[in-house]
């Protein structure tokens, strides 16, 4: 079994940062690709940034230039930095991670509980 859990979320004002953290536990063969969602009241979830287990990164096109993603693999953790927030980025934030439990197998999909974060003044 894996475990994914979310820190860092919260209420800042318009222009503010948080530092969000994700750090995966349990039967952890090797982590793939590890990235952050989020999902507005109302709205589907969608993509925010993804990194690749060698650092390759993407983001959505709203978020570029303000956020960044990073990981520390010694850790099976990733981070999302979240600079010059706006109110629309007000959503509970997931982060995902494709994680390989023994050799030869697949990658499955782990998801954390979500952390809510309010950009308002």
């Known amino acids: 079994q894996v475990q994914l859990v979310e820190s860092g979320g919260g209420l800042v004002q318009p222009g503010g940062s948080l530092r969000l953290s994700c750090a995966a536990s349990g039967s952890i063969f090797r982590i793939n690709a590890m990235g952050w969602y989020r999902q507005a009241p109302g709205k589907q979830r969608e993509s925010v940034a993804v990194i690749t287990s060698g650092g390759d990164t993407n983001y959505v096109d709203f978020v570029k230039g303000r956020f960044t993603i990073s990981r520390d693999n010694t850790k099976n953790t990733v981070y999302l930095q979240m600079n010059s927030l706006k109110p629309e980025d007000t959503a509970v934030y997931y982060c995902?991670?494709?994680?390989?439990?023994?050799?030869?197998?697949?990658?499955?999909?782990?998801w954390g509980q979500g952390t809510q974060v309010t950009v308002s003044s």
């Open positions: 995902n991670a494709a994680v390989k439990i023994a050799w030869g197998t697949l990658p499955k999909d782990y």
